[in-house]
DNA sequence: AAATCGTGGGG
DNA sequence: TCCCCAAGATT
């Protein structure tokens, strides 16, 4: 059963508002973007928070508050230094669009989120789960933040069937989520949702015994809570041949470049590499020519010195690692540079690059 | 609508 | 080992 007119058939608002909000003021985690309801630690907080495990944000979010404790800091901060604390997070564009945000928030609201979801929505980088985030945890606003805990746990309460890994489906959640939000306190509403999510309503083996909101729940009646919620598989990543160099002089110092400004980790810098053909049997010659031909450096290529993966969520790559020796002057660029190990510190790399040159120091 | 965009951890 | 997963947005 599953249709739309009778999605909250025999369904208590007001009783699951009550238990849902009174267990979320109980049992709720306690975590350093709730210490205050300051717009913008909500606002950092919510993008760290995409796509990315509270256990894993924790720290960044610790640093990155203190490096950058309002708008006006980080409006003024320098990009790489941005990238610099985002270095490890992932899905860089969201640090490069959160500083771009901050700037117009800085220039056209005097440094304070604005308190209107249609304003906060238009901010770059937040979408319609941020913004309804934003709206009623900052600004206590009735609006929904639909996000993966949210279609599990709903889907579960109201025994729904779509496809979660469709982008339309969030919206029929957030239809639901704006009949059955608490008007009262929108903002334990929706954090409890979540807060559920994570800690009873959890993906695999939900704790239906320990749920606040058993009672409220179709899955659980029916005892379909492990067939929900619907969600379709995502293809795997599409493997990548590539070779990398530690290109040195003979000082030591590192070649490094500076990747393009849009597309896969835009803006961070790198070692040398380049994609690869054939599998690969002359891998370094390949290497060496895209060298010369694109950068211009003459190059020794030296020892074969590792492999490595590195899995994103759409390419895995397949690094082959050099060492290798400059063998004339450095042609200067603005994407190209080489620098001493001190000097590597303030340069925001991908993890797997961190790894190579982390081995190559020890 | 489907791809793109990271990373680390858990079953 | 592999697959799935996590407080999504953008193109």
């Known amino acids: 059963m599953n249709k739309e007119e009778n999605w909250y058939e025999d ?14 003021e109980n049992e709720q ?8 309801k300051d717009p913008y630690r909500v606002w950092v907080s919510e993008i760290m928070l995409q796509q990315t495990k509270v256990d894993t944000v924790i720290p960044y979010y610790n640093r990155f508050m203190e490096l950058f404790p ?5 409006a003024e901060a320098e990009e790489e230094r941005v990238l610099k604390a985002w270095e490890g997070l992932g899905y860089y564009s969201r640090a490069r669009n959160l500083q771009a945000a901050v700037r117009e928030v800085v220039e056209r609201y005097g440094g304070t989120v604005p308190n209107d979801p249609e304003k906060i929505a238009n ?7 941020t913004t309804g985030a934003i709206s009623s945890i900052a600004y206590d606003l009735p609006e929904p933040a639909v996000d993966g805990n949210v279609m599990r746990v709903l889907s579960r309460v109201f025994f729904i069937t779509e496809d979660i890994a469709k982008q339309k489906t969030r919206k029929l959640f957030e239809e639901i989520v704006r009949t059955i939000i608490s008007k ?13 999510g994570a800690l009873i309503c959890t993906p695999k083996s939900p704790s239906c015994l320990l749920c606040p909101v058993q009672e409220h729940c179709k899955a659980f009646a029916e005892g379909v809570e492990d067939e929900l919620p619907i969600k379709s598989k995502k293809k795997a990543p599409r493997p990548l041949a590539m070779a990398a160099i530690i290109l040195t002089d003979e000082a030591d110092n590192i070649v490094i470049h500076r990747r393009p400004e849009s597309g896969l980790l835009a803006n961070l810098w790198e070692l040398p590499n380049h994609e690869t053909q054939n599998g690969g049997a002359d891998q370094h010659e ?9 950068y211009s450096l003459h190059v020794t290529i030296g020892e074969h010195i590792a492999n490595l993966e590195h899995i994103f969520s759409h390419i895995k790559w397949n690094i082959a690692v050099y060492v ?26 991908p993890v797997s690059h961190q790894k190579i040159i982390a081995s190559y120091y020890r």
């Open 11 to 24: 369904f208590s608002i007001e009783g699951f508002q009550t238990d849902l909000i009174s267990w979320f």
């Open 29 to 36: 985690r306690i975590l350093p973007w709730r210490e205050n």
């Open 70 to 74: 309002t708008t006006k800091h980080l």
């Open 123 to 129: 901010l770059k980088g937040v979408g319609p789960y």
């Open 184 to 196: 009262d306190n929108p903002s334990a509403f929706n954090q409890g949702l979540m807060e559920l």
């Open 286 to 294: 390949q290497l060496k020519s895209f060298l010369h031909d694109e």
């Open 324 to 349: 290798g020796k400059l063998n004339k002057q450095f042609a200067m660029r603005d994407d190209l540079r080489i620098v001493n190990k001190k000097e590597l510190e303030k340069y925001p790399f």
